[in-house]
């Protein structure tokens, strides 16, 4: 076959693999239409799982960043910004407007005038201060302090030396002025839930964790440790007309089997599915009909220690990347629970290029690359892995056979997944298979591998290529977005063309619905997080 | 009485202060710690200085044999520390716990006793009989159920195709909510004690006394009644005793699959999350629960045989 025929046939698989892709999207946005074109039923009680954990760790959004406690905590409080699923960026939430500098630092926000807390008390800016405040209080460790640390002094607060955050100053009860240290859109660092807007006073009760009290659309009415939270309906809620349910219930149901039987008998609305159900429940003529995919911002991959050889050599860390036949694995092991990675950037970011061809399945290649490493008859090598089914011990034992076809000899390192984090940490590792977070913030995410970023803050590959550097540095500078991401695009079909690690896959989240439910967003940031002002449920509902 | 429980309780503090020391010592010596219980996902998320300065707060950083005196002397005035993941008191996380795991526990071993002494009892009295054969090879069948398993089956029988009870959850904390998870979790006991039951009440039949008492002519329900029954009555009561005493920590897999609120999940989202201090206080309430149903059992033994005398 001459080359332009490759070259042809790559494009239509390529170009095959993007029309499924969005064929599944359209399909997502034909549903959610269709969902739409009904009016929603007030009224109703909203049944959400809990699948991560068989507990919440804390309904004060400031202390948990855990995935499980965001899927609550989003009922009851809000953050200045979130994420618009339906055009897939960052809006503003609690506020109307917001004016930036020239120089990009100082942002001015208007907020909203009708939001009001659950007591009854109207928000104003003195409740962003002191969130943002309480957040940075070195004492206490809060997670969101990753995301406040970029408002100018609020390392101060949480070092002690100082008692207020100099970059924020209140210019009325509703503007605020949010100086930043760097030229970011402050946008992905004020929309985690772990940066909520809190009542001081209620907070300032003791024991806030049991009696949460915040903003959003539903209101706290009970929590069973271990078995579930109950919301209510929060009539002053801003936007107008929502909530439509009357309440929300959180179950927490960590057991996936369990979770099944749950949902056949009509007991939950929304479940996670894993591979193995994912298979059964497309097959099934009923509950095909209720399926809300999406790709998540997890890129898995194995990321190799560049310090350690030979991983530094890029043609080794290529020949891996055409070595392992990547979809064969996503098909038949992850059940095309995944999308093939053809970079470290998910296909939600916008500097995510579709054009980017993956890394051909080429094992022939792969040996010629070994060869003029210097490794003609490959090498051995430890791999850390954790249990896990879909990026874990099942991967690695898929991939032994194919690397050791082209003399490379895989040794699993078995280790449980809270001891993955460590492992990296502490640089201990030649290389670790590991599910990683790659959104929203792209410019965020790729500083991962910049070359001065320490290993601690996720500079695990210890990858060094000035080229790099230089393009991300450009695009920390760039004021204008579109110009920003094309240096971003620059920098991340760079990272893929260098393979600082094996690129698999990005996650294919997906939750299972109950027909009577409606209005449920496909989030690429984690399915679960759904945003409930906006679900309802319609009378065919059993739960009242 | 009052003499022999007093010493029981007097043996406790020193086995409870063993399985502290095992405890703290296996968690100190465990991968993963803290920084992975206090940030996310896969990077150090926390400043380093607050870090450390958390670190020195919490006396992570102080020698092993200091930090093993101080958790000793907290706990011994009931203080078991604070979450590294809610950063609330341990204390309260269990005790928010305890109900419903004792509640369990009970319907657990009540559907065990129920069913599985009248049945040991009854295949011991009419051995090799067609009774005899079904509910020992249903006490075998039943031990060698995984509880995952039954409990599945439970569910997909009583949930979804009778629609008899709900499939999972504590809902109103009421009884139809406990049903399934009992019968998942007493299984296990159950199928023991019936053997347990059927052996006991065998040796006892075989018994000289017993001899003694039918040849004097006595009843066939009495000898069973006066004679049988009350000294089987000692292996039997052992048996539910050490029962009851690990159902407790054994409701692991029950609660997790009913979503029960109970210590055995509280635990293990705490093994993952590497919060140490919870795992410790429930380890800590798992053991006391297991010491204090052993006493109450060599109090029972003193009550059904007046030969049993501690000194």
């Given at each position: 076959m001459?080359?332009?025929?490759?070259v042809r046939?790559?494009?239509?698989?390529?170009?095959l693999?993007?029309?499924?892709?969005?064929?599944?999207?359209?399909l997502?946005?034909?549903?959610?239409?269709?969902q739409?074109?009904?009016?929603?039923?007030k009224?109703?009680t909203i049944?959400m799982?809990?699948?991560?954990a068989?507990?919440?760790?804390?309904?004060?959004?400031?202390?948990?960043?855990r995935?499980?406690?965001q899927?609550?905590?989003?009922?009851i409080?809000?953050?200045?910004?979130?994420w618009d699923?339906a055009?897939?960026k960052?809006?503003l939430?609690?506020a109307?407007?917001?004016q930036s500098?020239?120089?990009?630092?100082?942002?001015?926000?208007k907020?909203?005038n009708?939001?009001?807390?659950?007591?009854?008390?109207?928000?104003?800016?003195?409740?962003?201060i002191?969130s943002?405040?309480?957040?940075?209080?070195?004492?206490?460790?809060?997670?969101?302090a990753?995301?406040i640390?970029?408002?100018?002094?609020a390392?101060d607060?949480e070092?002690?030396q100082?008692k207020e955050?100099?970059?924020l100053?209140?210019?009325?009860?509703?503007?605020i002025?949010?100086?930043?240290?760097?030229?970011?859109?402050?946008g992905?660092?004020?929309f985690?839930?772990?940066?909520a807007?809190?009542?001081?006073?209620?907070?300032?009760?003791?024991?806030?964790?049991?009696?949460?009290?915040?903003?959003?659309p539903f209101k706290?009415?009970?929590?069973?440790?271990?078995?579930?939270v109950?919301?209510?309906?929060?009539d002053?809620?801003?936007k107008?007309?929502?909530?439509?349910?009357?309440?929300?219930?959180?179950?927490?149901?960590?057991?996936?089997?369990?979770?099944?039987?749950?949902?056949?008998?009509?007991e939950?609305d929304?479940?996670i599915l894993g591979?193995?159900?994912?298979?059964?429940?497309?097959?099934d003529?009923?509950?095909?009909?209720?399926?809300?995919?999406?790709?998540?911002?997890f890129?898995?991959?194995?990321?190799f220690?560049?310090?350690?050889?030979?991983f530094?050599?890029?043609?080794v860390?290529?020949?891996?990347?055409?070595?392992?036949d990547?979809?064969?694995i996503?098909?038949?092991?992850?059940k095309?629970?995944a999308?093939?990675?053809?970079?470290?950037l998910?296909?939600?970011?916008?500097?995510?290029?579709?054009?980017?061809?993956?890394?051909?399945?080429d094992?022939?290649?792969?040996?010629?690359?070994?060869?003029?490493?210097?490794?003609?008859n490959?090498f051995?090598?430890?791999?850390?892995?954790s249990?896990n089914?879909?990026?874990?011990?099942?991967?690695?034992?898929a991939i032994?056979?194919?690397?050791?076809?082209?003399?490379?000899?895989?040794?699993?390192?078995?280790?449980?997944a809270?001891?993955?984090?460590?492992?990296?940490?502490?640089?201990?590792?030649n290389?670790v298979?590991?599910?990683n977070?790659?959104g929203?913030?792209?410019?965020?995410v790729?500083?991962?591998?910049?070359?001065?970023t320490?290993?601690t803050?996720?500079?695990y590959?210890n990858?060094?290529?000035?080229?790099?550097?230089?393009l991300?540095?450009?695009?920390?500078q760039?004021?204008?977005?579109?110009?920003?991401?094309?240096l971003l695009?620059?920098?991340?079909n760079?990272?893929?063309?260098d393979a600082?690690?094996?690129?698999?896959?990005?996650?294919?989240a997906?939750?299972?619905?109950q027909?009577w439910?409606?209005?449920?967003?496909?989030?690429?940031?984690?399915?679960?997080?759904?945003?409930p002002?906006?679900v309802?449920?319609?009378?065919?509902?059993?739960?009242? | 009485?009052?003499?022999?429980?007093?010493?029981?309780?007097a043996?406790?503090?020193?086995?409870?202060?063993?399985?502290i020391?095992?405890?703290?010592?296996?968690?100190?010596v465990?991968?993963?710690s803290?920084?992975?219980a206090m940030?996310?996902?896969?990077?150090?998320?926390?400043?380093?200085?607050?870090?450390?300065?958390?670190?020195?707060?919490?006396?992570?950083?102080?020698p092993?044999p200091?930090?093993f005196?101080?958790?000793?002397?907290?706990t011994?005035i009931?203080d078991?520390?604070?979450?590294?993941?809610?950063?609330?008191?341990?204390?309260?996380?269990?005790?928010n716990?305890?109900?419903?795991?004792?509640?369990?526990?009970?319907?657990?071993?009540?559907?065990?006793?129920?069913?599985?002494v009248?049945l040991g009892f009854?295949?011991?009295?009419?051995?090799?009989?067609?009774?005899?054969?079904?509910?020992?090879?249903?006490a075998?069948?039943?031990?060698?159920l995984?509880q995952?398993?039954l409990?599945?089956?439970?569910?997909?029988?009583?949930?979804?195709?009778?629609?008899?009870l709900?499939s999972?959850?504590?809902?109103?904390?009421g009884?139809?909510?406990?049903?399934?998870?009992?019968?998942a979790?007493g299984?296990?006991?159950?199928?023991?004690?019936?053997r347990?039951?059927?052996?006991?009440?065998?040796?006892?039949l075989n018994?000289?006394?017993v001899?003694?008492?039918?040849s004097?002519?006595?009843?066939?329900?009495r000898?069973?009644?006066?004679?049988?029954l009350?000294?089987?009555?000692?292996?039997?009561?052992?048996?539910i005793?050490?029962?009851?005493?690990?159902l407790?920590g054994?409701a692991v897999?029950?609660e997790?699959?009913?979503?029960?609120?109970?210590?055995?999940?509280?635990l293990?989202?705490?093994?993952?999350?590497?919060?140490i201090p919870?795992?410790?206080?429930?380890i800590?309430?798992?053991?006391?629960?297991?010491?204090?149903i052993n006493?109450?059992v060599?109090?029972a033994?003193?009550a059904?045989?007046?030969?049993?005398r501690y000194?």
């Amino acid at each position: 076959m001459p080359d332009n025929e490759i070259v042809r046939g790559g494009r239509l698989m390529r170009k095959l693999v993007w029309s499924t892709m969005a064929a599944f999207a359209l399909l997502g946005v034909a549903a959610a239409s269709a969902q739409q074109a009904q009016t929603p039923r007030k009224g109703g009680t909203i049944r959400m799982t809990g699948p991560y954990a068989a507990s919440f760790g804390s309904l004060d959004p400031h202390v948990t960043p855990r995935a499980q406690d965001q899927i609550v905590n989003q009922a009851i409080h809000r953050p200045l910004y979130t994420w618009d699923t339906a055009a897939n960026k960052l809006a503003l939430e609690l506020a109307t407007d917001v004016q930036s500098s020239p120089d990009g630092l100082v942002h001015t926000f208007k907020l909203r005038n009708d939001v009001y807390f659950h007591n009854g008390r109207k928000m104003t800016a003195d409740d962003v201060i002191w969130s943002y405040t309480r957040i940075m209080d070195g004492t206490k460790g809060y997670p969101g302090a990753r995301y406040i640390r970029v408002i100018k002094g609020a390392t101060d607060v949480e070092k002690g030396q100082a008692k207020e955050i100099s970059g924020l100053k209140k210019i009325d009860d509703s503007t605020i002025e949010i100086t930043l240290t760097d030229r970011v859109d402050p946008g992905y660092y004020l929309f985690p839930g772990t940066t909520a807007i809190l009542p001081k006073e209620e907070v300032e009760k003791g024991n806030f964790a049991a009696n949460p009290v915040g903003l959003g659309p539903f209101k706290f009415k009970e929590h069973i440790p271990g078995s579930r939270v109950v919301t209510e309906r929060f009539d002053k809620f801003y936007k107008a007309g929502k909530p439509y349910a009357d309440k929300l219930e959180v179950l927490l149901m960590a057991e996936a089997a369990a979770r099944d039987v749950a949902f056949r008998n009509k007991e939950i609305d929304t479940s996670i599915l894993g591979p193995a159900q994912y298979v059964a429940y497309r097959a099934d003529p009923e509950l095909s009909k209720g399926i809300l995919e999406v790709a998540e911002m997890f890129t898995r991959a194995i990321t190799f220690n560049h310090d350690v050889k030979p991983f530094g050599d890029k043609r080794v860390r290529q020949a891996i990347n055409h070595a392992i036949d990547s979809e064969l694995i996503i098909k038949r092991l992850v059940k095309d629970k995944a999308y093939r990675a053809t970079s470290w950037l998910p296909p939600s970011s916008a500097a995510f290029d579709k054009s980017i061809k993956p890394y051909a399945f080429d094992q022939a290649k792969a040996k010629k690359l070994l060869a003029e490493a210097g490794l003609p008859n490959g090498f051995e090598w430890e791999l850390t892995t954790s249990q896990n089914e879909s990026w874990g011990l099942p991967i690695v034992e898929a991939i032994i056979p194919m690397l050791d076809k082209v003399g490379i000899k895989v040794k699993p390192k078995l280790v449980e997944a809270t001891v993955l984090t460590e492992i990296l940490m502490k640089g201990e590792h030649n290389s670790v298979i590991s599910s990683n977070l790659t959104g929203p913030d792209s410019l965020a995410v790729l500083r991962s591998f910049y070359s001065k970023t320490p290993r601690t803050a996720g500079h695990y590959t210890n990858y060094s290529n000035p080229e790099f550097d230089k393009l991300l540095d450009a695009a920390a500078q760039e004021a204008e977005l579109a110009k920003r991401n094309d240096l971003l695009r620059q920098a991340n079909n760079l990272l893929y063309e260098d393979a600082p690690v094996w690129f698999f896959n990005y996650n294919k989240a997906v939750l299972a619905y109950q027909p009577w439910i409606h209005g449920l967003q496909p989030n690429p940031t984690e399915i679960t997080h759904q945003y409930p002002e906006d679900v309802w449920v319609d009378t065919r509902s059993p739960a009242k | 009485m009052l003499l022999v429980l007093g010493r029981r309780v007097a043996n406790i503090v020193p086995t409870l202060a063993a399985v502290i020391a095992v405890i703290f010592l296996l968690f100190s010596v465990l991968p993963g710690s803290f920084i992975s219980a206090m940030n996310e996902d896969g990077r150090t998320t926390m400043d380093p200085a607050v870090m450390d300065r958390m670190r020195k707060e919490m006396g992570l950083d102080d020698p092993l044999p200091q930090r093993f005196v101080k958790y000793l002397a907290n706990t011994a005035i009931g203080d078991l520390g604070t979450s590294f993941r809610t950063k609330e008191p341990v204390t309260k996380l269990v005790g928010n716990r305890l109900w419903p795991s004792l509640k369990l526990v009970l319907a657990a071993m009540a559907v065990a006793i129920a069913i599985g002494v009248p049945l040991g009892f009854i295949a011991a009295l009419k051995p090799g009989s067609a009774i005899d054969t079904i509910s020992m090879v249903g006490a075998i069948s039943g031990l060698s159920l995984s509880q995952f398993w039954l409990g599945l089956m439970l569910m997909y029988l009583f949930a979804l195709k009778l629609q008899w009870l709900p499939s999972f959850g504590y809902g109103d904390g009421g009884l139809r909510y406990l049903i399934l998870p009992a019968l998942a979790l007493g299984v296990g006991p159950m199928a023991l004690l019936a053997r347990t039951t059927r052996a006991a009440v065998l040796e006892v039949l075989n018994a000289d006394f017993v001899r003694t008492a039918r040849s004097k002519g006595m009843s066939e329900s009495r000898v069973v009644e006066w004679h049988v029954l009350r000294n089987a009555l000692v292996l039997v009561v052992t048996t539910i005793g050490l029962q009851f005493g690990s159902l407790m920590g054994a409701a692991v897999v029950v609660e997790k699959l009913f979503s029960w609120p109970g210590i055995g999940s509280l635990l293990v989202d705490s093994v993952f999350q590497r919060d140490i201090p919870t795992v410790q206080g429930c380890i800590l309430l798992i053991v006391t629960f297991f010491l204090a149903i052993n006493t109450l059992v060599d109090m029972a033994y003193v009550a059904i045989d007046p030969r049993i005398r501690y000194r």
